[in-house]
C-alpha cells in the first residue's frame, strides 16, 4: 500500500446492560466467550499480515472499542497485543487506546490493563448528573465515574480522554457547565463531547416518537455546542475535530488517521475496515475498498474459524466515492481540506470535482487557511448537511 502505517481496531461486543440510544454492534451480556473470541480476533489478525495489504503495513495505533472493552481481562488484552506485535511491525510510539465504562473497572483492573501496553484510556463517562445518567440509561453511577478516573490516574495512565455528552432531554445549560467544571477539574488529557443523536430504531427514539420524551431545540442544541467549545478553549483545550478536544499533542491519533483516509483494519464481530486500494476480497478495486465482519459474534468465530477472516459485505468506492469521503472526512478536522492534497491524491482540482465549494465558501460556511478550507463557526453548527453535500 502506498501508506505505510494503518491502524487497528478491535471489536468487543458486550456490554452489562444496553444504553436505550445505543445503536452499536453490542449484546447485553452477564458472560461472554472472551478466550474462543481472543481466538478469533488472533486468528483474523495473522490472516490479514499474511497478505496485502496490511502485510506491508506497520501499526500505528490500536483502538479497543465496543461494546465496553474494559470487560475483558487484562490478560486477554496482553494475549491480543502480543499476537499484533507477533504479526506486524508497530510503530515505536504506539498508541493503543481502550475504552473504558465506570463500574465495570476498579483500580487492579486499570493497573493491569497499563502493565500489558494500553497507554491511553476513554472513560463513558456521559454527564455528573444522576438524573441525566438515568434519562441516558447509563448503568453507572456519579461516584463510579469519579472513582473510575481517580483510579484510572493512580494506576499511571497519562493520556485520558472522557467522554461527555449534551442536548439529553431536559438537560439545563447550568447542568451541562457544571459537568464541563467537573470534567476539567480531573485535568483529562482529551475530551469528546457528542450532542446526543436520535438513531433509528433504538428504545430512545421510540420515546421520543411516543411523546414520552421531548429533544432539545435546535437552538439550545446549537447553544450547547457553543458552550462546550468556549468552556473548554478557556481551559486550555484545542477542538481540533467537531466534537473531540485536545491538550496540544494529545489528539487522538487513531482517529486522525481515519480523518486523513489512511487505512485501518478493523477485527471483531461487526467492525468496519478500510484501504484506500485493492484488498484480499476486492483484488480488482483502484479507489479503495470498505469491509465489514459479520455482527453476530458466534457467526463472526464460525466464519473466521471457516474463512480465516469474518468478512459479510465490501464495497468497492469508486472515483467519485473516494474524493467525496476524502473532502468530508478532512473537513471533520479542524486543520480542514486541502486542495493541493485533494489535486496530489485524485489528479484534479477541487474545484472541479466539487463547484459547490464555492458556495459554501460565498455563506460563510468554510473559510480558507493556508491552502485549507475549514469549517467556520457557522459552518460547524451545520456540519452534518455540509458533509453530505460531498456524498
Ligand atoms: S456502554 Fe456504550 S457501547 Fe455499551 S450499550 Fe452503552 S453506549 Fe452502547
Redo the contacts with the bound molecule.
Keep these: 500500500m502506498s501508506e505505510t502505517t494503518a491502524s487497528l481496531y478491535v471489536h468487543i461486543p458486550w ?1 452489562l ?3 436505550p ?2 445503536d ?1 454492534n ?1 449484546y ?1 451480556a452477564r458472560e461472554w466467550p472472551e478466550e474462543a473470541y481472543a481466538d478469533a480476533l488472533v486468528g483474523e489478525l495473522t490472516w490479514y499480515a499474511a497478505r496485502p495489504p496490511f502485510r506491508e503495513a506497520t501499526i500505528a495505533t490500536v483502538f479497543f472499542g ?3 472493552p474494559s470487560l475483558f481481562r487484562p490478560a486477554t488484552i496482553e494475549r491480543i497485543l502480543s499476537a499484533v506485535r507477533d504479526a506486524f511491525p508497530v510503530a515505536a510510539e504506539l498508541e493503543v487506546t481502550l475504552e473504558a ?1 465506570p463500574g465495570t473497572i476498579d483500580r487492579d483492573r486499570f493497573t493491569g490493563l497499563r502493565s500489558v501496553g494500553v497507554n491511553r484510556l476513554s472513560l ?1 463517562i456521559q454527564t455528573f448528573h444522576p438524573r441525566l445518567l438515568e434519562a441516558l440509561g ?1 448503568r453507572h453511577s456519579v461516584e463510579e465515574s469519579r472513582a473510575a478516573l481517580a483510579a484510572a490516574r493512580e494506576a499511571g495512565f497519562d493520556n485520558l480522554s472522557l467522554d461527555l455528552m449534551y442536548a439529553v432531554p431536559t438537560q439545563t445549560q447550568a447542568e451541562l457547565e457544571a459537568d464541563l467544571t467537573e470534567a476539567v477539574a480531573f485535568a483529562p488529557e482529551h475530551v469528546s463531547a457528542y450532542a446526543l443523536i436520535y438513531e433509528p430504531g433504538t428504545p430512545l427514539t421510540r420515546d421520543l416518537e411516543a411523546g414520552r420524551i421531548q429533544r432539545v431545540s435546535e437552538d439550545v442544541e446549537a447553544e450547547m455546542f457553543e458552550t462546550v467549545g468556549a468552556h473548554l478553549a478557556s481551559a486550555g483545550y484545542a477542538r481540533y475535530e467537531v466534537s473531540n478536544y485536545a491538550r496540544p499533542g494529545r489528539e487522538a491519533r487513531h482517529n486522525q488517521a481515519y480523518w486523513r483516509g489512511g487505512p485501518y483494519l478493523g477485527l471483531g464481530a461487526g467492525a468496519h475496515s478500510y484501504a484506500p486500494e485493492a484488498a484480499p476480497m476486492a483484488a480488482d478495486a483502484s479507489h479503495g475498498v470498505r469491509w465489514q465482519n459479520v455482527r453476530d459474534p458466534a457467526r463472526y468465530r464460525t466464519a473466521v474459524a471457516r474463512d480465516g477472516h469474518g468478512v459479510g459485505e465490501h464495497e468497492r468506492l469508486t472515483r467519485t466515492q473516494a474524493m467525496g469521503e476524502f473532502c468530508w472526512l478532512a473537513l471533520r478536522e479542524a486543520r480542514g481540506l486541502s486542495a493541493a492534497d485533494f489535486q496530489a491524491r485524485f489528479g484534479a482540482p477541487l474545484v472541479e470535482a466539487f463547484p459547490h465549494v464555492a458556495a459554501l465558501r460565498d455563506e460563510g460556511l468554510v473559510e480558507p487557511g493556508d491552502d485549507r478550507l475549514a469549517l467556520t463557526r457557522k459552518g460547524l453548527l451545520l456540519a452534518d448537511s455540509i458533509f453530505a453535500s460531498f456524498f
Excluded: K, M, V
Design positions: 456490554c446492560s444496553r444504553c440510544y445505543c452499536f453490542t447485553a465496543g461494546g465496553t465504562n463513558g447509563r
